[in-house]
């Protein structure tokens, strides 16, 4: 067992805790002034978007669309990426917000009315056939 399962409440895949943790003591060593490729660090950073956006795909409230998601999140999360690279924190501050909105928007707005229906309808079923 990876001493993240014991520590975290969600599971963290070894190759995506490497590689942000890469951009992260990259990203720190850069802005305590040593020499670090800013190339190499948005790259990391644009892989650990691209693992959020698919992550936060699997929690999409019903009726979402997962290709608008990830049409919508992926281009504002490299938006986010450039920013903190960049050291630009209006631009920071300002993608982390849409990025925000729109994970509120896709994942944490309540499914619609008719998908509760299906889901109590689909409960009723069960409970009668066994």
Known sequence: MW???KVLPFKICPICAGVSGTWLWMLAASFLGYEVDRAIIAMLLGGSVVGIAYQLEKKLAAG????????????????VAYGLVSSQWAILAGSLGIASILAWTFVMATPKQGANQKVEELKQKMEKCC
């Open 64 to 79: 979402k669309s997962a290709l608008l998601w990830k049409a919508l999140f992926i281009p504002v999360g490299f938006v």
């Open 3 to 5: 001493l993240a399962d």
